[in-house]
């Protein structure tokens, strides 16, 4: 069973940066999905960004794109999200979840995720 623990949240002023990690307890296969979600106070779990451990492709929510960055350190097992410029509607609870097996599209449907971390908690203050 493989775990993931996130960490790197807290209070981050809008308009400044905030890096968040995860951690994953193994290895998987270069062409499984990793991603990040989030989930605000009264709303949905949210797409936000993935890619597969091999790097080569990476999907964003458009609410995202030009601030947000997708890392990863396949053979650390890490993942990343580098937040730029953040906005106070970036607030939420941060999951890393992983797709195990090979999709022909990057999903950014949270029930297609099988692993899924406790999350981590971003507050930003406008």
């Known amino acids: 069973q493989v775990q993931l623990v996130e960490s790197g949240g807290g209070l981050v002023q809008a308009g400044a940066s905030l890096r968040l990690s995860c951690s994953l307890s193994?290895?998987?296969?270069?062409?499984?999905?990793v991603a990040w979600f989030r989930q605000a106070p009264g709303k949905e779990r949210e797409f936000v960004a993935a890619?597969?451990?091999?790097?080569?492709?990476?999907r964003y929510a458009d609410s995202v794109i030009g601030r947000f960055t997708m890392s990863r350190e396949y053979a650390k097992n890490m993942l990343y999200l580098q937040m730029n410029r953040v906005k106070p509607e970036d607030a939420a609870v941060y999951y890393c979840?992983?797709?195990?097996?090979?999709?022909?599209?990057?999903?950014?449907?949270?029930?297609?995720?099988?692993?899924w971390g406790q999350g981590t908690q971003v507050t930003v203050a406008s």
């Open positions: 193994e290895r998987t296969g270069a062409f499984d999905t």
């Open positions: 979840a992983l797709k195990l097996l090979f999709d022909s599209v990057l999903s950014t449907t949270a029930s297609s995720y099988g692993y």
């Open positions: 890619t597969r451990w091999s790097g080569t492709e990476t």
